[in-house]
């Protein structure tokens, strides 16, 4: 008798989110949806839509579906809920309400085994969603809260590295003025007084905790930066202001844990006009990089222009960029696919690390496929989920009071 083939996996792929790089979110998402080997997996696609509802169908997986329109529905997208209250050891499951006998609603659960994020940004990259699934026991790919929500503080990230032997620029943070309040110079001066002894211009200003290049711009005078602050502070409460680096040059390499430790992939520099790698040059140049989506090209940071393993990089500073990288890593004790970013000044070939991506647009696959070995997308996205159900089964213990010595209530 022929044995049956073991189920599939099913694996949620979480896209879209509350945060101003949704739409760079359902690239990624998409992408990983496309990559998974469906020999192994079953691929479904839960979008979350700008005002936070979650929607599950098979037409969420087309890239011509976007952005939702008119009635979803009609699409033959419905609306699903993640249950709190589900009980510890039930599989993972989305619930959805559906017409049942009499055109009375019946409640049906989808359920999947393993949650991937590919959620940029506020909510999905800085440890909420994965808080979430934590609490709920739901087995989940990449980082961990407490090291999700670190590195996406960049502040916290650089103060934290500041006690290693990593490299950073220094930098100024700089609070949102209280509601009913002006944005003014003074203040300013003084915080970079203070953290920043001998600032000049030109400097840079980001936001605190987001993510993509959104709200970066550099300021050549006093004018400038407040301006700067401004757009920053209409996206969070603080921002960081640090020194522009002359003659800059970024260098990306990605992380991923194994059993010997972490490895990184090739080095790239991305290609770029301008003082700064801007949210356009990161997503709207185009290109033919990566898996196809419906019959367009792929998009995202596959289709970003790039050298990879440039040979303008001495020995020293690859081994410094994949040295300092590795180390961040492990400080943060990270998982998944991570893109740790780099600044160089090209002239005096100084390195700076500058900031991790814990979610990274389209899980840095390219740089995977470039390295020594190389390592597909397709390879990595089932790498990506073992890790999730390796992860999840070496969660930590009991949560039982009686385990603990603190029951204070007879349980008969």
Known sequence: ???????????????????VEHDVSILTGLQFLDALDTELFEPLAVYIDPQGQWWCGEALRRRSS????????????????????TALGDRPGLMVARKGLMGRPKVETIGFDVAVPALHGSNGEDGTIQGLFEFLRVPYAGCRPLGAAATMDKHFTKRTLGATDVATL??????????????????????????MPGWAFPLLVKPRRLGSSV?????ADMDALMAALSRAFRLDDAALVEPL????????VAVRATETGPVTSA????????PTLDFAAKYRAGGDGGPKLDDGPGEGMAAAGRALDPDELTDAQAAQIRRDAAAAFALFDLAGSV???????????????????????????????????????????ETLVREAQALSAGRGGSTQADAGGATLFNRG
């Open 339 to 381: 893109r740790v970013d780099f600044l160089c000044n090209g002239e005096t070939g100084e390195i700076w690390l500058n900031e991790l991506n814990t979610i990274p647009g389209s899980f840095a696959y390219y740089l995977w496929q470039a390295a020594t070995p190389a390592l597909g997308f397709t390879d990595l996205a």
């Open 1 to 19: 008798m022929a044995t049956a083939p073991a189920p599939k996996t099913t694996v949620a792929v979480f896209f879209g989110g509350r945060s």
């Open 170 to 195: 220094p930098h100024a943070l700089v609070a949102r003025p209280g509601r009913g309040t002006f944005l003014s110079e003074e203040p300013v001066k003084a915080a970079l007084d203070q953290q």
């Open 215 to 219: 709200g970066v711009a550099p300021a």
């Open 267 to 274: 080095i790239e520099r991305p290609l770029h006009d301008g």
């Open 66 to 85: 976007y952005p939702l329109s008119g009635a979803p529905e009609a699409l033959g997208i419905e609306p699903v809920t993640l249950p709190v209250g």
């Open 245 to 252: 680096v002359a003659n800059l040059v970024e260098y990306n």
